[in-house]
T-cell receptor
Framework: AQSVTQLGSHVSVSEGALVLLRCNYS??????LFWYVQYPNQGLQLLLK??????LVKGINGFEAEFKKSETSFHLTKPSAHMSDAAEYFC???????????FGTGTRLQVFP | DAGVTQSPTHLIKTRGQQVTLRCSPK?????VSWYQQALGQGPQFIFQ???????QRGNFPDRFSGHQFPNYSSELNVNALLLGDSALYLC????????????FGPGTRLTVT
């Protein structure tokens, strides 16, 4: 069965610092991987997705993620955090002929001035 | 271009009651998926509708049912409400399945007392 593990339920960084949010997946077949962001009292917005093309994926708002098959990882990074990046981030996987999303438990990002 | 819309925004029900939540997909989309997000958790897949039929289903009891109309809008029905059904219910729309991006609505917050 497919699953996603997000390491660290809370991450705190200073404004301007590197953001690193960790995601590891489990899948017996090539996965499709996604990062979503959720602001308070809102739905989810897609940041980026990996669909077996380039392993380094660039998304919106300066975020990017690298697919590493050997490490079964898809970590999300941003070189310089902004106050507006404070939100909940979810990693998700879908596989095979099904496009249902399996989400991790989320990581809450706090950005301090 | 209107995105995914959901109604109502908030809902309070009593145990044992029934509830209906509504979703209108993004213009041009024909597939609707429903997710349940309990407090502090990632979204859990309930089911997906395509061409007015349930195409996939997650691990939810039969108390959860749905419908898709010819205009692609969808309803989620929950019977015999339990306290544990309290959650944010998210609707996502996409085009035809196949790992295309799913666009999420703002959700309906259901509280069962």
């Amino acid at each position: 069965a497919q699953s996603v593990t997000q390491l660290g339920s809370h991450v705190s960084v200073s404004e301007g610092a590197l953001v690193l949010l960790r995601c590891n997946y489990s899948s017996s077949v090539p996965p499709y991987l996604f990062w979503y962001v959720q602001y308070p009292n809102q739905g989810l917005q897609l940041l980026l997705k990996y669909t077996s093309a380039a392993t380094l994926v660039k998304g919106i708002n300066g975020f990017e993620a690298e697919f590493k098959k050997s490490e079964t990882s898809f970590h999300l990074t941003k070189p310089s955090a902004h106050m507006s990046d404070a939100a909940e981030y979810f990693c998700a996987v879908s596989v095979g002929n099904t496009d249902k999303l399996i989400f991790g438990t989320g990581t809450r990002l706090q950005v301090f001035p | 271009d209107a995105g995914v819309t959901q109604s109502p925004t908030h809902l309070i029900k009593t145990r044992g009651q029934q509830v209906t939540l509504r979703c209108s997909p993004k213009s041009g989309h024909d597939t609707v998926s429903w997710y349940q997000q309990a407090l502090g958790q990632g979204p859990q897949f309930i089911f997906q509708y395509y061409e007015e039929e349930e195409r996939q289903r997650g691990n939810f009891p039969d108390r959860f049912s749905g419908h898709q109309f010819p205009n692609y809008s969808s309803e989620l029905n929950v019977n015999a409400l339990l306290l544990g059904d309290s959650a944010l219910y998210l609707c996502a729309s996409s085009l035809g399945g196949g790992h295309y991006e799913q666009y999420f609505g703002p959700g309906t917050r259901l509280t069962v007392t």
